[in-house]
């Protein structure tokens, strides 16, 4: 039987422009490329890192 597995709302509201391009390329790996734009992503280490990456341009929705 397999778990349900957890997940993390993230939304972009930050603007990557005047920014590194590896941190344009985390938005865009974790499927953000426009202000405004949200999804739902596993709650993995590799989605935290890739969050705490650009922490400063997302949100992570609680709910």
Do not use: C, F, W, Y
């Not at 590194?20 to 985390?26: E, L, M, N, P, V």
């Not at 590799?46 to 997302?58: A, D, F, N, P, Q």
Request: net charge positive; charged share 30%; proline share 5%.
């Amino acid at each position: 039987m397999a778990k349900a597995s957890k997940t993390i709302k993230v939304e972009q509201v930050g603007s990557p422009l005047r920014r590194d391009g590896a941190q344009r390329k985390t938005l865009i790996g974790l499927g953000l490329n426009k202000i405004g734009r949200s999804r739902d992503l596993p709650d993995t280490p590799e989605t935290r890192g890739m969050i705490r990456k650009v922490h400063h341009l997302v949100r992570v929705v609680e709910g």
